[in-house]
Every structure is written in C-alpha cells, then in structure tokens.
T-cell receptor, first 112, second 113 residues
Framework: QKEVEQNSGPLSVPEGAIASLNCTYS??????FFWYRQYSGKSPELIMS??SNGDKEDGRFTAQLNKASQYVSLLIRDSQPSDSATYLC????WGQGGKLIFGQGTELSVKP | DGGITQSPKYLFRKEGQNVTLSCEQN?????MYWYRQDPGQGLRLIYY???????QKGDIAEGYSVSREKKESFPLTVTSAQKNPTAFYLC????????????FGEGSRLTVL
C-alpha cells in the first residue's frame, strides 16, 4: 500500500462545476496535510494546508480532513479552465523527521 | 526577489557520465530537498538537508550524491551508477524541516542519450 494515494485521473469537469479531489494516507500519526498545484511542465506550488479535522476554506478552495478515516480532500468551486493542472496531496511523515511524502497527483481538466 | 534558482533547465547526458544540477536559494531557509518526478508520478525524495554540512538520504538516493557546504547551495550529482536518470528534478527549500510549505525551483529536465 502506498503511503499517500490519489486517483491519477484525468478528472474532467465543466467550467463552473465543483471539482472534488481525494487523497488517502496510511500513517495514522500524520499531522499536517497539504495540497500543491502543478501546471504542466512547471514546479508545484502550495495552495492549501490543513492540520485539524473539518473544513478549511480559502476563496474557491476548500480542504477537508477526516483523520479517523485517514482521508483528505480538496474541493474547487466554480472551476475555471485556469484550474486545469495536476494536484498533489502531501503529508508530513512525522515519524521520520517531518519530511513531506507526496501522492502521485490527480490531473484535473476543466472544459469551457 | 527571493527564490530558488535551478540550473541548467535542460541537460542532455551520455550514458556513463556524471552530471551536477545546481540549486541556489536566497530565502534564508535551513532545509533543502531534491525530488525526482517521472511522467504521471508524484515527487520522490532523493536527498534532504536540514542544516549546513549535514544531509540525509531520502527514498531513492542510490546513484545520487549531494553536498551542503553553504546554506544557500545544495547541488545534486547524478552519477553513472543511477540506472534510469532521465527525469524532471526539483529542488525545494523550507524554512525548517516539517513546516510543510516547500518553495520549489523551476526544475531541471535531464535526458540521457
């Protein structure tokens, strides 16, 4: 089992719809969770972080964390073509020095 | 402007040659990282350094080497022992290990001919 798992996609949604990206992790002691966005051929950039159970909203983005189910998600409301990118879920591996471990990423395509 | 500079952006290497990828940051960050990304895959950690003159192996360190002689610099050498070196290499820094907000350079794309 991979430590951080995501559906690789591609996930295709129409413009204006809600895009839902999911991530599961295996290490129960993980404490911090992050979403990075990576445009094709570019480097990743941090868009959201979440540390406690529940929802965290930032503009059109909402991160959701459920530690009991070891599940973190990212919702993108009113999706725009400019949101088309690969979204990487990352988890702090506290038991091994706090390094981030990344999922394989979900490719999102927003169709006009 | 503060940031991370990687060079070269594109590099071609013949089999059996060592190559060194440069990574320089002026963010005054203590922690620096090297990741490898293959098509359709996430980031895999090669090496990381939490402080000057100290570094640790990541998950896929075989065939790679690093040094951290200065806080600003963390070069990666891809040696001839790396069996499949063609990949996109990303350098990142973090204010301190575990903070979670990585700042990435633009990446170096290495192709072995």
């Amino acid at each position: 089992q991979k430590e951080v798992e995501q559906n690789s996609g591609p996930l295709s949604v129409p413009e204006g719809a809600i895009a839902s990206l999911n991530c599961t992790y295996s290490d129960r002691v993980s404490q911090s969770f992050f979403w990075y966005r990576q445009y094709s051929g570019k480097s990743p950039e941090l868009i959201m972080s979440i540390y406690s159970n529940g929802d965290k909203e930032d503009g059109r983005f909402t991160a959701q964390l459920n530690k009991a189910s070891q599940y973190v998600s990212l919702l993108i409301r009113d999706s725009q073509p400019s949101d088309s990118a690969t979204y990487l879920c990352a988890v702090n591996r506290w038991g091994q020095g706090g390094k981030l471990i990344f999922g394989q990423g979900t490719e999102l395509s927003v169709k006009p | 402007d503060g940031g991370i500079t990687q060079s070269p952006k594109y590099l071609f290497r013949k089999e059996g040659q060592n190559v060194t990828l440069s990574c320089e940051q002026n963010l005054n960050h203590d922690a620096m990282y090297w990741y490898r990304q293959d098509p359709g895959q996430g980031l895999r950690l090669i090496y990381y350094s939490q402080i000057v003159n100290d570094f640790q192996k990541g998950d896929i360190a075989e065939g790679y080497s690093v040094s951290r002689e200065k806080k600003e610099s963390f070069p990666l050498t891809v040696t001839s022992a790396q069996k499949n070196p063609t990949a996109f290499y990303l350098c990142a820094s973090e204010v301190a290990t575990g903070a979670g907000e990585l700042f990435f350079g633009e990446g170096s794309r290495l192709t072995v001919l």
